[in-house]
């Protein structure tokens, strides 16, 4: 008996449950046309997605605008120096400098920032 088949069919079953449930409980992540918050999205999907998707480890996720208000009222300069410098609190790091990719210079995390916080404002439904 050959059971290359059924198992193949069990698998694919699988992956489309898998890759359906993810979909539902992922917010979609904005776009923009402004040629700097292109770059930002980029550089936010390969670094910054993986904490501020869905507020892992203690992130403020986009989707969380109420997490977000008293960070926004720091101002944009305050925002850029913690991303680029990182957050510290009881000697260890809640925000790793640079999103932990040292190799990303000041305005590819400028730009990052600059994305976040388009999309805080974009996915606000308040
Ligand atoms: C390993 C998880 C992780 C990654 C990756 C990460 N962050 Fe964060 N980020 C955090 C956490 C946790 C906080 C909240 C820190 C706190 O308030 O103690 C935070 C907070 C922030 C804040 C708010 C800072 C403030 O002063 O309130 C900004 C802005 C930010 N991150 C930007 C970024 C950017 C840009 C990237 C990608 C380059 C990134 N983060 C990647 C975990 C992460």
């Not at 979609?28 to 046309?33: C, D, I, L, T, Y």
């Not at 925002?79 to 609190?89: D, H, T």
Request: glycine share 6%; net charge negative; charged share 20%.
């Amino acid at each position: 008996m050959n059971y290359q088949l059924p198992m193949l069919l069990v698998l694919s079953v699988l992956l489309v449950a898998c890759s359906d449930s993810n979909q539902s409980r992922s917010p979609v992540v904005p776009e923009f046309s402004e040629p700097g918050l292109v770059e930002g999205r980029a550089v936010w999907m390969n670094v910054c997605r993986n904490c501020h998707l869905m507020g892992i480890a203690g992130a403020p996720a986009i989707t969380d605008h109420a997490a977000w208000v008293p960070r926004l009222s720091k101002g944009e300069e305050a925002l850029y120096a913690s991303a680029l410098e990182g957050i510290r609190k009881d000697n260890a790091w809640t925000m790793p400098p640079r999103g932990g990719n040292p190799a990303l210079s000041d305005a590819q995390i400028r730009s990052a920032v600059d994305f976040m916080l388009a999309a805080v404002d974009e996915l606000n439904s308040d």
